[in-house]
């Protein structure tokens, strides 16, 4: 059993490697940033007399530039990640390849497990998570752990992986 958990840590720190790897290319490339606080929450809350479909709160976007948007749809926890449904519309006519950098939770550094690419034209969904057990993310055991969260989304062409964008968000913010 041991010597699975090995195996399994050390396919998932190479897989790690390889996105910041991809990501670190894309950073690397001068673009504009800009920053934006986002909603406090994408809870779920029931209401009495509401479908569940019509008791979803609104989505939260995080990104809407002339690339792409980026919404988060829901929070999810599930055996050892927590973090959001996101579903991302390519508004061009490129290949995007997009990461989440520089994160940090409730001002610790934390690496969430994402990176999403979206063909011109097309809409994908995915997930941001945390891995609850990781020692690069000490501070998420929970999802009432994901507050303050800062990153920057950063946008590439996904063929020529030149950067296109940066986008500086804030998400459940409590400060």
Excluded: H
């Excluded at 030149?162 to 804030?170: C, M, N, P, R, Y």
Aim: glycine content about 8%.
């Amino acid at each position: 059993m041991g010597f699975l958990k090995a195996i399994g840590k050390g396919f998932l720190t190479t897989i790690g490697v390889l996105v910041a790897l991809i990501l670190f290319v894309g950073v690397a490339c001068d673009s504009d940033t800009t920053t934006q606080e986002v909603g406090s929450s994408v809870e779920n809350q029931a209401v009495e007399g509401q479908s569940e479909e019509q008791s979803k709160k609104e989505e939260v976007v995080v990104v809407d530039n002339e690339y792409c948007l980026i919404a988060l749809e829901e929070e999810f926890s599930e055996y050892n990640e927590v973090g959001f449904k996101v579903r991302i519309e390519n508004k061009c006519d490129q290949p995007l390849l997009i990461g989440f950098n520089d994160v940090s939770v409730n001002g610790v550094m934390n690496d969430p497990f994402w990176g999403n690419s979206v063909e011109g034209g097309m809409t994908s969904y995915s997930t941001i998570g945390w891995y609850t057990t990781s020692e690069s993310n000490p501070n998420v055991k929970s999802m009432e752990d994901l507050i303050n969260i800062k990153g920057t989304f950063t946008i590439s062409n996904d063929d020529t992986w030149d950067s296109l964008a940066k986008e500086a968000v804030i998400i459940n913010a409590t400060e």
